[in-house]
């Protein structure tokens, strides 16, 4: 299986910053690693960066999406506008925009099924706020949302599908789970993506670990074996840290 890792830049990057981490990714010999590598930078900066991506062995995403094609939505971005800045891939259900912008399970599913429908390659959030960590309720969330976004989605599959579990309270604050319970979360997610019968094939399913993955602890978590790559906010601003993480697998050579 392919390992896939993203850089989300969250609300971070200029044109010229995206450029030159780039650069350095295509310097370090980006292009001729296995693993699949994904820049999601600020919208603004998406058009500016197709040559340079490509230079990198790199694919494009747009950090959200709206379900409509066009019309009167404020600050929404289509599926079409990221196609047009050159976007492959799409994040649905980012932690930051479940609890800080307040979307629900309902929105995460329109925006995921539009993404796929019209395209893009999606990359499914999930994961448990510190309070529903601390309740005993890890399973019943994450299941939740999983269901949510993906029971009888047709469009889906292990092509066009990553999950990444990234745990809420590992999200910028350098706590992370452990590598067994990641990889036991990993492997219950597989499990309820296959009880839910549809197109995704569990096994071929790609699912990324997210919260605080940093070079010094990315090779731990990365070496289980239901962990298919990282999701990387904070570590991947700087490319030497983010090909540091991507290194820390045998297939990142
Ligand atoms: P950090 O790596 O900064 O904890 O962020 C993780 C994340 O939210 C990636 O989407």
């Not at 990221?82 to 479940?98: D, N, T, Y």
């Not at 800080?100 to 893009?120: A, F, M, P, Q, T």
């Not at 569990?202 to 790559?229: F, H, M, T």
Request: one cysteine or more; a negative charge; aromatic letters at 6%.
């Amino acid at each position: 299986m392919r390992r896939v890792f993203g850089a989300n830049w969250k609300m971070n990057g200029t044109v010229a910053g995206a450029l030159e981490f780039l650069e350095r990714m295509a310097g370090m010999g980006s292009s001729s690693v296995s693993p699949e590598l994904v820049l999601f930078p600020p919208f603004t900066v998406l058009p500016m960066l197709r040559e340079s991506a490509v230079r990198a062995g790199m694919a494009l995403g747009g950090q959200d999406l709206f379900w409509e094609e066009s019309g009167a939505y404020t600050g929404e971005i289509s599926t079409g506008m990221l196609r047009e800045a050159g976007a492959e891939w799409f994040l649905a259900g980012h932690s930051e925009r479940r609890h800080v912008l307040g979307e629900s399970d309902r929105i995460v599913r329109k925006k995921l099924e539009k993404g796929l429908r019209n395209g893009l390659k999606g990359i499914l959030c999930v994961g448990e706020l510190r309070e529903e960590r601390e309740e005993g309720r890890t399973e019943e969330v994450v299941r939740g949302q999983i269901d949510a976004a993906l029971s009888g989605l047709e469009e889906a599959s292990a092509c066009n599908l990553v999950v990444a579990y990234e745990p809420v309270w590992a999200i910028g604050t350098g706590l992370t789970a452990t590598p067994e319970e990641a990889e036991r979360m990993h492997r219950l997610i597989r499990q309820w993506v296959g009880d839910l019968g549809g197109a995704v094939s569990p096994e071929e399913l790609r699912i990324q670990y997210g919260g605080s993955v940093k070079p010094d602890n990315a090779a731990d978590i990365l070496s289980r074996p239901s962990i298919d790559g990282a999701l990387v906010g904070g570590a991947s601003l700087q490319a030497d840290s983010f090909m540091a993480i991507v290194r820390s697998t045998p297939d990142g050579q």
